[in-house]
């Protein structure tokens, strides 16, 4: 079956300039979660949704910054006036709804590698 | 703050030699400990987890895990490398309720023929 998919996979931007990243989850999975991945270190938490709502943004590293699932499904990160600090690769995983101390497995998707020059 | 540290940001094995890549957790992230495995220019792929009940875990690929609490760890071991795994190697933990991953920094493993 389809996996998570992320479009697109590269995309090269201007200091200043405004991106969308989407991500498509598994289909009925409602949990989807962003991670950022810079250069060199490991992925870094940013936003969680539980279908539409975003659960948990404590990972979002500035106002910048923003995400939206709007029928529960796709989720588009968005980034304003993006700077060189931005370059990364924004990773998104989905799984199953987590049900209180247990754990569902995260699928991942290849990722968007971001660049800002 | 949870944590998970991986020791060794760079591993290099000859081919059929042992495999060990380090990762200790604090002792405030829960119980519930992974590994991945990232090749070049692909996504996270799940190699094994450690949840509840045995505390060696197998994982595909022929890689093992055991969980120490003891020592707050969960090495990850192959008895014999193949070409195949030079790869990009995550340890992370289950951050709480919201199911989110706590990463350590990766160890990027080379394999020599």
């Known amino acids: 079956g389809a996996g998570v998919s992320q479009t697109p996979s590269n995309k090269v931007t201007e200091k200043g300039k405004y991106v969308e990243l989407r991500c498509d989850p598994i289909?009925?999975?409602?949990?989807l979660y962003w991670y950022r991945q810079s250069l060199g270190q490991g992925p870094e938490f940013l936003i969680y949704?539980?279908?539409?709502?975003?659960?948990?943004d404590s990972g979002l590293p500035n106002d910048r910054f923003f995400a939206v699932r709007p029928e529960g499904s796709v989720s588009t990160l968005k980034i304003q006036r993006t700077e060189r600090g931005d370059s990364a690769v924004y990773l998104c995983a989905s799984s199953l709804a987590p049900q209180g101390a247990s754990y569902n497995e995260q699928f991942f998707g290849p990722g968007t590698r971001l660049t800002v020059l | 703050a949870q944590s998970v540290t991986q020791l060794g940001s760079h591993v290099s094995v000859s081919e059929g030699a042992l495999v060990l890549l380090r990762c200790n957790y604090s002792?405030?992230?829960?119980?519930?400990l992974f590994w991945y495995v990232q090749y070049p220019n692909q996504g996270l792929q799940l190699l094994l987890k450690y949840t509840t009940g045995a505390t060696l875990v197998k994982g595909i690929n022929g890689f093992e895990a055991e969980f120490k609490k003891s020592e707050t760890s969960f090495h990850l071991t192959k008895p014999s490398a193949h070409m195949s795994d030079a790869a990009e190697y995550f340890c992370?933990?289950?951050?709480?309720?919201?199911?989110?991953?706590?990463f350590g920094t990766g160890t990027l493993l080379a394999v020599q023929p």
């Open positions: 992370a933990g289950y951050g709480g309720a919201t199911n989110k991953l706590i």
């Open positions: 002792s405030s992230v829960p119980p519930y």
């Open positions: 949704f539980q279908g539409t709502g975003a659960a948990d």
């Open positions: 289909s009925g999975h409602t949990a």
